[in-house]
């Protein structure tokens, strides 16, 4: 157990620089901002941080339009300040991972103008001819609406992007491209740099014979019209098993996550491929009943090939927050869940408060994700700043200044969480099996050797009976621990505890 790598052992936590910390008043985060709040995230517990895209940007998709993937924005700082975080960070104890953007660039990136003037870099991008009608090439569609597909008059063809049309797609079938974008993973290493975080990963290889998507036949009109046809050409390639393996040879031990929707049996070729950590996804929008997450849970765990290890998110940039979508008293559940199913927990800012989505009544993100991207609260009221983004209406209570010293916060929750499975052999590399499943009440099993805890989940805001051995010995209650009991569970109670009785096997 104690030879694990950190990233099995240890929790990452994500930050959105644009709204973490802000330390020149502008009312935006930035990366010194980030540095000066490293030693909260050390209390906290967690082992690591990955920040989100800080280069230089015309800030179309919000930083995910990299115009140098090797600086850093104005706007957060300087290289000299992503240096300085990252030696801070691991004096701290923290290690850093960034966001790794090798999908796309900005359409004002220098690569992307010389392609589309003809002047060099012109298989940088993919350029088709119109089709025989003067339209788009093929039927792919863009994950944020429309064709994938922008005619460029300058020079007379369509090129593809998955995202914006301001969002190009990168040729990964140049070699160029390629050697180009492995000598940004050897810049940001040189910094000191622990790992990266893949961005659109399944979108980095295409069909190399552009044929149209085939038809969802389980589409309906209402919902997400990117979904009417099945990506099968324009995503989840079989050569992109290729590019990890030259990833893996760029970064040698260095961890590597990466940005992948898809079903468990697809995700386990990423991890035979070398990706320690395909981001598992699908706590975003599970049903949140205990048959529901079990079944999730089990099936996770049949597809992971041997040795491989699973990872787990409750939220992040791209997705409402947990506790908008399960209301406080279940966020507290779903906080248990995370921190002590088997494999490494992803917490996105501000969920260890219970931070919720906040209405935008101008939204500036073109899909709309402002309300999960708001600011950090650190206080219960703001500086003389306006932020980016507002921070209210927000619940009182929720900043980090009033829950710091409260016995009863989410945020003490959080840092119990934690600390718990760093201490406990069993959360922090033990199996899993579950135990039972009702239509209110999870209870699941965690194993190392000696090392027995049982975890039990109220789904309901009623209480619960359970059946747990009673000699187990309560570790942790989302609710004062004076009223735990190992025979029935509170409205909206998770329970850990650990199983005492003498074994013989």
Known sequence: MTDQPWWQTGAIYQIYPRSFADSNDDGVGDLAGITARLGYLADLGVAAIWLSPFYPSPMDDFGYDVTDHTSVDPLFGSVADAEALIEAAHRHGLRVLIDFIPNHT??????????????DHTDWYYWRSP??????????????????????A???EYYYHAYLPEQPDLNWRNPAVRRAQYDVLRTWLRRGVDGFRIDAFRQLLMDPAWRDNPVNPDWHPGEDPYLSLLPIHSTDQPDIVDVITELRAVLAEHVLTAELYLPFDKLARYHRAGIQLPSNTHLLAAPWTPSAIAGLVEEYERCLPPDAWPNWTTGNHDRSRIATRLGPAQARIAAVLLLTLRGTPILYYGEELGMCDIPIPEPQDPMGRDPQRTPMRWAPTPNNVTPWLPTEPHPPGIDVATQHTSPDSMLTLYRSLLQLRQQTPALRSGSYRTISVSDDVLVFERRAADSVVLVALNFSGTSQPITLPSTARV??????????????????????VTDVRPRTS
Not at 108 to 117: L, T
Not at 131 to 152: E, I, K, R, V
């Open 154 to 156: 300058d020079r007379g």
């Open 475 to 496: 570790l942790l209650s989302t609710h004062p621990t004076a009223g735990a009991s190992v025979s029935s569970l509170r409205p909206n109670e998770g329970l850990v």
């Open 131 to 152: 089709a025989p009608d003067g339209g788009p090439p093929n039927n792919w569609l863009s994950l944020f609406g429309g064709s994938a597909w922008t005619f460029d």
């Open 106 to 119: 900005s359409h004002r990136h220098p690569w992307f103008e010389a392609s589309r003037s003809g002047r």
